[in-house]
């Protein structure tokens, strides 16, 4: 459902896995927001610099070319208010602090449901 905080909102997904890529597209285009993806860390450093009105990346960890934390440093350095939310397995949970040094802002656990994602992003509707 349109979503009055997200469809203002330009969003890029970031996910090597086709079926989830698709996945957390049609979640989100659903509530109006305007997305873009990228299939590996390389590339959504170079769709993050070409696009510096991008608000919100949800960000793969294990990615090819340049993992997520490697992708989220750059990004973070280029765009210092952009909000950065990992997507991680269960089993890096306890990367945690690995997680926030390397500049994302929150993490959300795969596998992800659409109410938890869509309730997870309105967390920064007061911050953006
Ligand atoms: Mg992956």
């Not at 340049?66 to 890096?92: F, N, P």
Request: net charge negative; hydrophobic share 45%; glycine share 6%.
């Amino acid at each position: 459902m349109v979503n009055d905080f997200l469809r203002t909102k330009k969003i890029m997904i970031v996910e090597d896995d086709v079926s989830s890529r698709l996945y957390l597209n049609k979640i989100l285009e659903k509530t109006g927001a305007s997305l873009l993806s990228a299939c590996d860390g390389k590339e959504a450093i170079e769709i993050a610099r070409a696009n510096p009105d991008i608000d919100i990346i949800l960000m793969d960890i294990q990615l090819p070319r340049i993992d997520g934390y490697g992708a989220a440093k750059v990004i973070r350095e280029l765009r210092k208010d952009v909000i950065i939310i990992a997507q991680t397995a269960y089993s890096l949970l306890g990367d945690r602090e690995k997680i926030i040094s390397s500049g994302f802002d929150d993490y959300i656990v795969k596998p992800i449901f659409p109410q938890q994602l869509i309730e997870k992003l309105g967390k920064y509707s007061l911050e953006i």
